[in-house]
């Protein structure tokens, strides 16, 4: 069966920066066919082609556009999030470097169907490539008066998970510390310098000109009812091919990881899939029929989150896995919900102890506990994303947690395939140390 | 305060409702303007640009990875160590760093040539394992390809 491509339809064919290469393409057609219309006719379209976010949290974006508070006398924002961060995942930094007039025109058909004359793409710091291609393009569009009065501004970030949530990006664009905001309000009513907002995530945005172009009754037949549309996926790991791959939601992971990436890498035995980016739970090898949508992976136990799958082969201690994933959180908790700040220490501590032999096995049953006071107890999901990992490997993997109080020691004896992985919290600081000589700061 | 933050804030004044609104991108200048960094005098350049307290910048500071607080070498090498890049060797390369540098993640050389990081995900995990050198994405990279990094980088001016 041929993939339908519908984000990066025609990045093979055309160099699709440029904008005369999007526009053989099509492209920018269906910004013209969407302002001819009333801005409610693409609310629609939206709400009737189903799409969901593909961002994480899979909500219907019609929806969303529909919660927006109305005449309040404030402007209507659009954000949209490009603070791609999730361990594994990938998907935006290509649709922003190898299709940015695709976002660029979704962002003005979005704003005009939102009322929205001021856009905003949060990009993060790393991206700085991405960023050059993003701001080209828009300098093309803007040139060829395809704004229409509608302002976009590229905001870089400058390292930080947590802006990847919703209310700690809009911290971010005000100039503080990104640090999540309790809700309600929610960003449709009180947003973006306390206007009403919309958020959504690169892919997202980047799929509505499609719907427009094909129509919304069309795109709802591509992929699940419950889900339609593509995504690109995101596979990394212990795989043959990585890579990301455009495909239908509603693909299993069995085809995703062995038809079209290639199978595990060097034929080795599969022992585990993490299939929406490190922060949801682990999936068993018995479990990769599942198809990824977001109800039949939410049905397996799991989440759809970024698309993100990592592929993990039999050479790998899972404790390790865990605090590696453990220690990120740590890194990346923002510190203001105390069972995140300080629960993410304790995992770290509990997983240190017990890869290294000196935990005993109410050290496992104290582990537990721990995850249970943090899920669920903070404001944003990150407190949540932390316990994740760690859980559901001590459910799915519990013979290797319960060897290592056993044997006293990693029963992997130095072989697994991240043994001694540094996390930048081992480093000596936050900050790269001082030079030998200089001046400490004042 | 540099004539370099002056005229890109300048550029940039006009796109938000909100002055600190620009704080990261003053920051992002003012620590290029300071090889690499953000001494005291840095953050009261920006808290004067942007009419903020120092203390204000420097919450800011604190919370950015990429914004730095102590020197940092000429060149930044960072080598993403979470798990897609650690699943394919990321280990392996980071010891190649600091072997070819004389230096451990964290630090840097003594000629302040390098400082050598392990960061969290860079987003290239489809290539890993993900090399950054000031600021380009290297990808993938195997231990065997550090020394002729190491070399090119020295080769700059």
């Not at chain 1, 856009?119 to 229409?148: N, P």
């Not at chain 1, 056993?406 to 130095?414: D, E």
């Not at chain 2, 290539?127 to 020394?147: G, I, L, S």
């Amino acid at each position: 069966m041929a993939a339908p491509e519908l984000l990066m339809a025609g990045t093979k064919e055309h160099d699709l920066t440029r904008l005369d290469g999007y526009r053989a393409v099509g492209g920018y057609a269906a910004l013209a066919t969407a302002r001819a219309r009333e801005p409610q006719a693409i609310v629609d379209a939206i709400t009737t082609a189903n799409l969901r976010g593909r961002g994480g949290a899979g909500f219907p974006t019609g929806r969303k556009a529909s919660l927006l508070a109305k005449d309040t006398g404030k402007p209507v924002y659009l954000v949209v999030n490009a603070d791609e961060s999730e361990p594994g995942a990938f998907k935006d930094r290509d649709v922003m470097r190898f299709t940015p007039h695709r976002l660029i025109e979704g962002c003005l058909i979005t704003a005009h169907g939102i009322g929205s004359q001021s856009v905003f793409i949060y990009i993060r710091g790393e991206y700085l490539d991405e960023f050059e291609v993003m701001r080209a393009a828009l300098d093309e569009a803007r040139a060829a008066d395809l704004l229409d009065g509608v302002t976009i501004v590229l905001h870089r970030g400058a390292g930080a998970y947590i802006c990847g949530e919703e209310t700690a990006l809009l911290e971010s664009l005000e100039g503080r510390r990104g640090q999540p905001r309790p809700r309600p309000p929610f960003p449709p009513v009180q947003g973006l310098y306390d206007a009403p907002t919309q958020i959504n995530n690169v892919s997202t945005i980047a799929l509505v000109p499609k719907i427009i172009e094909l129509g919304p009754e069309e795109f709802a037949k591509i992929g699940p009812p419950s889900a339609p549309g593509t995504a690109v996926f995101s596979l990394s790991g212990n795989v043959a091919n990585p890579g990301n791959y455009e495909r239908p939601l509603g693909t299993t992971l069995r085809e995703l990881i062995y038809d079209v990436a290639g199978g595990v890498a060097g034929g080795r035995e599969l022992k585990a899939v993490i299939p929406g980016g490190s922060s949801v739970p682990v999936l068993t090898p018995d479990q990769i029929d599942t198809p990824m949508d977001y109800d039949s992976i939410g049905a397996a136990g799991s989440f759809f989150g970024s698309a993100a799958i990592i592929i993990v082969d039999d050479r790998c201690c899972m404790v390790q896995l865990a605090l590696r994933a453990a220690q990120f959180y740590m890194h990346e908790s923002c510190g203001k919900c105390t069972p995140c700040r300080v629960g993410t220490r304790w995992l770290v501590q509990l997983l240190t102890k017990i890869e290294n032999g000196h935990a005993e096995h109410t050290d496992l049953a104290l582990l537990d506990d721990v995850c249970g006071r943090m899920l669920g107890k903070s404001l944003c999901a990150l407190g949540d994303f932390a316990v994740y990992p760690v859980s559901s490997y001590m459910r799915s993997y519990r013979d290797e947690f319960e060897a290592h109080v056993t044997l006293g020691g990693c029963p992997f004896a130095g072989s697994s395939s991240i043994e001694g992985i540094v996390a930048p919290v081992d480093q000596h600081t936050h900050h790269a140390t001082h030079v030998a000589g200089a001046a400490v700061p004042a | 305060m540099s004539s370099r933050l002056e005229n890109e804030l300048g550029a940039l004044r006009g796109l938000y409702p909100d002055r600190r609104s620009l704080v990261l991108d003053a920051l992002r200048i003012a620590q290029e303007e300071h090889e690499g960094w953000l001494p005291p005098e840095a953050l009261r350049e920006v808290a004067d640009a942007l009419d903020v307290t120092p203390a204000y910048c420097l919450s800011i500071a604190s919370f950015y990875d990429m914004l730095h607080l102590a020197p940092v070498g000429r060149h930044m090498i960072e080598v993403c160590t979470n798990l897609s890049c650690a699943l394919v060797g990321a280990q392996a390369v980071v010891d190649a760093f600091a072997r070819e540098l004389g230096v451990a993640p964290g630090e840097t050389t003594e000629d302040g040539a390098f400082t050598l990081r392990a960061i969290e995900c860079a987003g290239g995990c489809g290539r890993a394992p993900v090399v950054v050198v000031d600021h380009r994405y290297h990808e993938p990279v195997q231990p065997a390809d550090v020394p002729a990094i190491v070399e090119e980088i020295r080769g700059r001016s």
